[in-house]
């Protein structure tokens, strides 16, 4: 049974709605998705670097996120057919690990925990595929590296690219 | 550079004699690490499975471990020749997450936390070698596991052993 990797953060748990809510409240912006392609809110506002990224290291910021449409009925699938592990650069952020373990158990329930990673470098995983909307995550990852479509991703060229969780489910089921 | 996957409990962090200490002061007993040889506590004590492994779920238990002799010089030594994954099954008790982090900050500070991992099935790993305590974390493992000698694993025949530091260097450097 091949085994497919999967990444968390804007792969299955829906950050950059919560992090821009919070950000356009704090600091009187009107801040949408549209102001985030091929960039990050970071690099957007390097001045407040610190603070936008202070708030994912509130210990609770990762426990409420929305589940990226269609993830959960297409990983129940997959699962079927593939073996599947979480694979997410919880080292990133080492407060949210509770919160990350949490949200996983509450929104992906069929899965076993003993196949959630918390990492940092993903060269690590072993795997025949990882699905991540960082691309310097497949560097020396031994699998095939694919490519979730992000606002931050949408120059990068050198994967192949899914936008949804749709075309997920074609490339492994169709 | 060849790339080692270190496992922790038992290998880097002296795990059995705080749990014996404390479960000796509350149930009066005065077991040893003799006591436990080609065992486990739960195993000896089945009746007291549930409180022998509520020790491991206090948020806190792992935090204050001590060193295993040699670890620190022989992984500051080897980090010069190999690549060193820290890989620990915190997935057992998912309430250790933070307490493991910061114990391998505080007593490995050399190393780079993106080169740890909180797993369940190791597996997952992709190394040349995993140095593990537990010889069913090799199943399905990609390299070459290497049994760290602890009291419960002495009967297990099929894994090169290495029963300290010391060995550990001999084995990689020598």
């Given at each position: 049974m091949k085994r497919i990797a999967i990444?968390?953060?804007e792969v299955v748990a829906d950050l950059i709605p919560k992090h821009l809510t919070l950000f356009n409240r704090d600091y009187e912006e009107t801040l949408t998705i549209e102001d985030l392609k091929n960039t990050k809110l970071k690099f957007l506002r390097?001045?407040?670097?610190?603070?936008?990224?202070?708030?994912?290291?509130?210990?609770?910021?990762?426990?409420?996120?929305?589940?990226i449409e269609?993830?959960?009925?297409?990983?129940q699938e997959l699962h079927?057919?593939?073996e599947i592990f979480i694979a997410t650069a919880a080292?990133?952020?080492?407060?949210?690990?509770?919160?990350?373990?949490?949200?996983?158990?509450?929104?992906?329930?069929?899965?076993?925990?003993?196949?959630?990673?918390?990492?940092?470098?993903?060269?690590?995983?072993?795997?025949?595929y990882l699905i991540d909307d960082h691309p310097n995550k497949f560097e020396g990852f031994v699998g095939q590296g694919i490519l979730f479509t992000a606002a931050h991703n949408l120059q990068e060229t050198n994967y192949v690219?899914?936008?949804?969780?749709q075309e997920i489910r074609a490339f492994f089921l169709e």
């Open positions: 990444d968390m953060d390097p001045h407040l670097h610190d603070e936008i990224c202070g708030y994912l290291e509130d210990p609770t910021f990762f426990r409420d996120l929305e589940v269609g993830s959960q009925e297409v990983i079927e057919h593939y080292m990133d952020y080492p407060t949210s690990f509770t919160a990350k373990y949490e949200w996983l158990k509450e929104h992906f329930p069929f899965l076993n925990d003993q196949n959630f990673v918390f990492c940092g470098n993903k060269s690590i995983i072993h795997a025949d690219r899914v936008n949804n969780w």
